[in-house]
């Protein structure tokens, strides 16, 4: 079986307990996510540091010029728009549907 089809398993009979123990629809859709905005997060997080590291290779090799700066308010604009609509695209109709999932329905 994929990986991916046994991580969805998982994940509703994880959602189908939940629903037994008596958590809610709006509850379980909070907690799918929080837990997937703070994935994205991490992610966001971890490029930025790959980024720092890589960039000064990619201009050494490429001899093009290029500049990353934290500091500059145009790029946490972008930053956080690409966050925004990465976890708006990936995560909404998931977590809703998901669970919106009826656990004594076959």
Known sequence: MYKSAKNATRRSKEIGFCKVVGAGSP?????????????LTFS??????????????????TGKSGRFSLLDTHIWQILLSALTFC??????YPAFLISGFNPLKP
């Open 44 to 61: 966001l997080i971890l490029s930025i540091g790959l980024l720092q590291v890589l960039l000064p290779f990619y201009i050494n090799i």
């Open 87 to 92: 976890f708006v695209m990936s995560e909404i």
């Open 27 to 39: 509850q379980l859709a909070m907690q799918l996510l929080v837990e997937s905005l703070m994935t």
